[in-house]
């Protein structure tokens, strides 16, 4: 590995956090067992990224599709996120993180979204790390709501239609105020992005890895980034092309 390599960062990481219910299983423990468990790796991710300089990080906590799973899952969720928020909004205030939430919030309880809010207005002026945290997030939603937004803008007459374009749309995409996805990471073994960040990944780069996530820690982390300083981003130009801009 080059010099420079080695000190490849990547400026946006976002993790989809799998394997929590076949963590708890394992253990023969109900699968809210794991996503308890789970908080632990989400602290040390923080924790990770802050001391590693990371400007933002990207958490996949509840997709547009987990609404089917089992009701008593779903519920055991909504409470771990409603704790969550009650236990560790002051740590992550104190060392500076700003928090965002993003999904459709209107499909969850209006006590939860209240949290959710004074946890973004409390955490707003904050500068060491973003944490995004996707709650009832879908790939496919973020484009639409993009898609939407854009077409108000277009009747108010703010935009001509022939002037759309992928800067003007981005601007409409969730995360389009922070650096560009770098690092994907998907924990748990599976091959697939789920309707996590689709727009956002367009050139990120894949690392996937076997490990569950309540077993995700810094030497776990470590390793991605290693992986991804050793990446060469082409981006579409040549090997050589790349090299001589660097
Ligand atoms: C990810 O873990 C957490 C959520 C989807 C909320 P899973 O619950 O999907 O764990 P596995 O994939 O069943 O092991
Ligand atoms: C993706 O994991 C969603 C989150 C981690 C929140 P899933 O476990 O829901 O994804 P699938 O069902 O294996 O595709
Ligand atoms: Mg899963």
Redesign the pocket.
Known sequence: MDSDAAHRIPRHIAIV???????AERRRQP?SF??RE?QKAVRSAIEFCRRQGIQSLTLF???SE?WKRPESEVGA?MQLFMKALEREVDELHANGVRIHFVGDLSALSPELVQRMQAAMARTLGNAALRLNVAVNYGGRWDIVQAARATAQAALRGDLDPSAIDEASFARHVCLADQPPVDLFIRT?GEMRISNFLLWQIAYAELYFTEV??PDVNADILGAALAEYAQRERRCGLTSAQVRAAN
């Open positions: 956090m799998d394997g929590n219910g076949r963590w699968r794991g996503h789970g906590a509840f997709s987990n969720l748990g569950l996530w």
